[in-house]
């Protein structure tokens, strides 16, 4: 899978956008970008995740570029709950009978504030 | 649905105990795995498993022993406990989603601290 690369930490304003970069230069054409969160030591949580589009759930908005060399997650108003760490995991296309595998690096903090 | 559970969520051990860790998920899912946590890091794979009576090793197999025996159920074995595995170990499930993508959904953890 390929790797991701994330700044270390981030903050955001309640009530702002948080946007959340990726780089993930060496993603091949049957690889996913997904994301998730941990927040305080809890388990990690499921945000979103894409291929090739932009997507938008309840939670987020995912922005692939054309190229799928990086991507951006954008929480559009930022609450004191989203502090979190968020991962951004590249990952192949799941198969029947092939193993469910997700790669975590060491993710961005997300530090909302009032 | 309760999702996926772990017992116990605390544990402390004296380095060579053995103990077992729970994980068992409602949700019908064929995938399971184990993950732990240290503290400043990601998650790193342990074992996983496609399906009951199938496993496999991740990343930092050494020390841990799971087996499958049926669909809900993915117990994580420590065989002689060290103080290297102290960690938070989270225990994670997902369908199996033909020629897609699927999500893992986690457990909330157990916190080992080995003496």
């Known amino acids: 899978d390929a790797k991701t690369t994330q700044p270390p930490s981030m903050d955001c304003a309640e009530g702002r956008a948080a946007n959340l970069p990726c780089n993930h230069s060496?993603?091949?054409?049957?690889?996913?970008v997904y994301w998730y969160r941990q927040i305080h030591s809890q388990g990690p949580q499921y945000i979103i995740h894409?291929?090739?589009n932009n997507e938008t759930n309840e939670m987020a908005s995912l922005i692939i570029t054309e190229d799928r060399k990086s991507s951006t997650l954008i929480l559009p108003h930022a609450t004191l709950r989203d502090t979190a760490v968020y991962y951004c995991?590249?990952?192949?296309?799941?198969?029947?009978?092939?193993?469910?595998?997700?790669?975590f690096g060491t993710g961005t903090r997300l530090q909302v504030t009032l | 649905n309760a999702g996926v559970t772990q017992t116990p969520k605390f544990q402390v051990l004296k380095t060579g105990q053995s103990m077992t860790l729970q994980c068992a998920q409602d949700?019908?899912?064929?995938?399971m795995s184990w993950y732990r946590q240290d503290p400043g890091m990601g998650l790193r794979l342990i074992h996983y498993?496609?399906?009951?009576?199938?496993?496999d090793q991740g990343e930092v197999p050494n020390g841990y022993n799971v087996s499958r025996s049926t669909t809900e159920d993915f117990p994580l074995r420590l065989l002689s406990a060290a103080p290297s595995q102290t960690s938070v170990y989270f225990c994670?499930?997902?369908?199996?989603?033909?020629?897609?993508?699927?999500?893992?959904?986690f457990g909330p953890g157990t916190r080992l601290t080995v003496l």
């Open positions: 994670a499930s997902s369908y199996s989603v033909s020629g897609g993508s699927d999500t893992q959904y």
């Open positions: 060496t993603i091949s054409g049957n690889e996913y």
């Open positions: 894409g291929l090739k």
């Open positions: 995991i590249v990952r192949r296309i799941v198969w029947p009978g092939t193993a469910s595998k997700l790669t």
């Open positions: 949700m019908n899912h064929e995938y």
């Open positions: 498993s496609v399906g009951a009576g199938i496993t």
